[in-house]
């Protein structure tokens, strides 16, 4: 009986072994699948480019923090489904290209806390960021708040900006929490930007 019972622990904890590390290959894949696709669409700049053939989504920017050492390519459309896999772009919101492309209203980000987007928790306000478009055009942000808000609350995208969105409070063991940080951003001109990068040095 201890023999049998022994051996099904070992089949049990091999079977989930092998889950740990299927799912660890799978988000690998994933993340050189979007890089890909990335790279494909900035040489398509109109086109709709899916990481793989049978995805519901397609990229849409890329994120670039060197504060926090981050490069995170975003999907269109903020599904549980996208948000396992990539930051990804609240779609009803305003588009990305912030005030350079006539947006009466907020750009959205969001991503999961306890991954891609878990670097915020350190976040400071003046930090600057970079937004790469399609076009292969690349804007300079600037925060300008972080704030918690409840998930009920939009009616920031009313004003214009980009806006980058996760779950709070961070490491919470309770899933499903009614709150957000809300990180705000302006798109930085090129006179501001010369401001900064003096006052930096």
């Known amino acids: 009986m201890k023999k049998w019972l022994s051996a099904g622990l070992l089949i049990a904890g091999l079977g989930l072994f092998g889950h740990g590390v299927y799912m660890q290959a799978k988000a690998w894949l994933a993340q050189v699948l979007i890089e890909q696709a990335w790279q494909q669409a900035l040489m ?18 890329q994120l670039n923090w ?41 750009a959205l980000i969001a991503g999961h806390n306890d991954t ?16 790469q478009l399609q076009s292969a055009e ?6 300008t708040g972080i704030e918690i808000i409840h998930q009920s609350q939009h009616e920031f995208l009313q004003t214009p900006g980009l806006y980058l969105l996760t779950c709070y409070p961070f490491d919470s063991l309770a899933a499903g ?22 006052t930096n040095s």
Do not use: C, M
């Not at 269109?76 to 930051?87: D, I």
């Not at 891609?116 to 937004?131: D, I, M, P, R, Y």
């Open 44 to 61: 398509s700049p109109s086109a709709k480019v899916k990481p793989w053939f049978y995805a519901d989504s397609y990229v849409t920017a």
């Open 66 to 106: 060197p504060k926090h050492n981050k490069t995170l390519t975003v999907l269109a459309g903020a599904s549980g489904r996208n948000l396992a896999f990539a930051p990804s772009q609240f779609l009803p919101a305003g588009e990305l290209g912030g005030k350079a492309y006539g947006n009466q209203k907020g």
């Open 116 to 131: 891609h987007f878990a670097f915020l928790q350190n976040a400071k306000v003046g930090e600057t960021f970079t937004l």
């Open 138 to 143: 690349v804007q300079t942000y600037k925060v």
């Open 177 to 198: 929490t009614d709150l957000r940080l809300l990180v705000s951003a302006e798109l930085v001109d090129s006179a501001s930007l010369s401001g900064i990068s003096t």
